[in-house]
């Protein structure tokens, strides 16, 4: 089965920036659609990016010209730099993988256990 790992989450002030990454394990087709989702309580969840297998990215209004999402095939790792950040970016962020296309929607069949990212005023 596929594994995906995410760490880089923390607390940071309003304004700041974290790296997360995902690493993913446990298959052998190298080509994956993934993607970042991030759910935070009494809030929907919400796609916030997307790269496909040759990586076109997507992402949500809320968050183009702060985050960027990107891949590196040599170390299966999918990364997600988010810059100038707010706290409405608060939330737990989910990397989620699939062989088939889910873009910034739910659908995706592997999923990893989350990573908090906490912004302050």
């Known amino acids: 089965q596929v594994q995906l790992v995410e760490s880089g989450g923390g607390s940071v002030q309003s304004g700041g920036s974290l790296k997360l990454s995902c690493a993913a394990s446990?298959?052998?087709?190298?080509?994956?659609?993934m993607g970042w989702i991030r759910h935070a309580p009494g809030k929907e969840r919400e796609g916030v990016a997307a790269i496909d297998t040759i990586g076109t990215t997507t992402y949500a209004d809320s968050v183009k010209g702060r985050f960027t999402i990107s891949r590196d095939s040599a170390k299966n790792t999918l990364y997600l730099q988010m810059n100038s950040l707010k706290p409405e970016d608060t939330a737990m962020y989910y990397c989620?993988?699939?062989?088939?296309?889910?873009?910034?929607?739910?659908?995706?069949?592997?999923w990893g256990q989350g990573t908090q990212v906490t912004v302050s005023s």
């Open positions: 446990g298959y052998t087709y190298t080509n994956l659609y």
């Open positions: 989620a993988a699939d062989r088939w296309y889910s873009g910034l929607g739910f659908g995706y069949n592997y």
